[in-house]
């Protein structure tokens, strides 16, 4: 049953080409907003926080300081509205998943960029 389901994703699933990210990585999110008949692009731009899942169930968090409120958002990686993804910085991180970043303020909230 389980590679019945993995042909399925692989076959007819569109999977969208975006730049290769991690951890630790700045990126901008364009994604499309649907408001009555109309749409508009609208970004976010934060910290990748981790990355979940894979194939078609992939996702990934990013979080944003907004003011001195941190946002979080979840974006799974075959989202229709998903435009493109840029990523801004490269970011030097140990762990995979960096929650703990959230409790992190001011100069230690910062984290080390990668030349690649």
């Known amino acids: 049953m389980n590679s019945l389901v993995k042909f399925v994703q692989d076959e007819f ?5 975006f730049p290769e990210f991690s951890a630790g990585d700045t990126i901008t999110v ?7 008949n109309k749409t508009r692009t609208q970004f976010f731009k934060g910290v990748v926080l981790q990355r979940k899942g894979t194939g078609t169930s992939e996702t990934f ?3 944003k300081m ?8 979840i974006f799974p990686v075959n989202l ?16 995979a998943r960096i929650f703990y970043f959230r409790g ?13």
């Not at 699933?13 to 080409?17: H, Q």
């Not at 003011?67 to 958002?73: D, T």
Request: hydrophobic share 30%.
């Open 104 to 116: 992190l303020t001011g100069k230690k909230a910062r984290i080390k960029e990668v030349r690649r």
């Open 80 to 95: 229709p509205a998903l435009q493109k993804v840029e990523v801004n910085k490269r970011g030097k991180v140990r762990r």
């Open 30 to 36: 364009y994604y499309e907003i649907k408001e009555g």
């Open 13 to 17: 699933v569109t999977r969208k080409d």
């Open 61 to 63: 968090t990013i979080r």
């Open 66 to 73: 907004s003011g001195i409120i941190g946002v979080e958002r």
